[in-house]
């Protein structure tokens, strides 16, 4: 239980488009939603976090203009990379908090990720 | 100073090995404590809970220094498939958002 779907798994897009990254919370409602980015060999950095029904709380430095966050609902929450450059290219993650659901299911659940390639 | 950090790695460990990282945290206000794996371009998935008691789960033993602000984790008998990156994770206090560690990368050989 508790799984996350993310998609798209990776993109490649030009320079100067946008691209949407969603995740669904499949078997559970997720009030809470946390987007982060990783760039290679470093650790994930969390980039805002998303309450279903109001915006999303951004972290010092991330462009909230840039990266849109919208959820809409308590199963779906989407990352639009608007003007995307070829600095943003990196892997997105969205992960929901599960509460303490048990020893073993305390914590979060994460989506697989998404690589997006600007070129 | 980073508000979690990691003992650097990568940890090159033979097969049946044990070995320890540990971790150290900045916000004496935070509350929950992790411990997740991550292997290469996958997402993190939780290897287990950091509670005040210390907890087991097999071979893997996690601890939490509330006083000194730093958690462990201890894999005894270490096996090729445990080589991956071990991140450490803590809940910023006073809500849900939480902070990764660099992490530690794991490399058990035959």
């Known amino acids: 239980g508790a799984v996350v779907s993310q998609h798209p798994s990776w993109v490649i897009c030009k320079s100067g488009t946008s691209v949407k990254i969603e995740c669904r919370s499949l078997?559970?409602?997720?009030?809470?939603m946390f987007w982060y980015r990783q760039f290679p060999k470093q650790s994930l950095m969390l980039m805002a976090t998303?309450?279903?029904?109001?915006?999303?709380?951004?972290e010092q430095g991330v462009e909230k203009d840039k990266f849109l966050i919208n959820h809409a609902s308590l199963t779906l929450s989407t990352l639009t990379v608007t003007s995307a450059h070829p600095e943003d290219s990196s892997f997105y993650i969205c992960?929901?908090?599960?509460?303490?659901?048990?020893?073993?299911?305390?914590?979060?659940?994460f989506g697989s990720g998404t690589r997006l390639t600007v070129v | 100073r980073k508000e979690v950090e990691q003992d650097p790695g990568p940890f090159n460990v033979p097969e049946g090995a044990t070995v320890a990282f540990n971790c150290t945290y900045s916000?004496?206000?935070?509350?929950?404590f992790f411990w997740y794996r991550q292997d290469c371009r996958k997402e993190p998935k939780l290897l287990m809970s950091?509670?005040?008691s210390g907890n087991e789960d097999g071979r893997f033993t996690a601890q939490l220094n509330r006083a000194s602000q730093y958690i462990s984790l201890l894999i005894r008998d270490s096996k090729l498939s445990d080589s991956a990156t071990y991140l450490c994770?803590?809940?910023?206090?006073?809500?849900?958002?939480?902070?990764f560690g660099a992490g530690t990368r794991l490399f058990v050989k035959a």
């Open positions: 992960s929901a908090y599960l509460g303490d659901l048990g020893a073993r299911q305390y914590g979060y659940t």
């Open positions: 078997d559970f409602q997720a009030t809470t």
């Open positions: 998303s309450n279903e029904g109001s915006k999303a709380t951004y």
């Open positions: 916000n004496s206000a935070s509350q929950s």
């Open positions: 950091v509670y005040s």
């Open positions: 994770v803590v809940n910023r206090g006073g809500g849900f958002k939480t902070i």
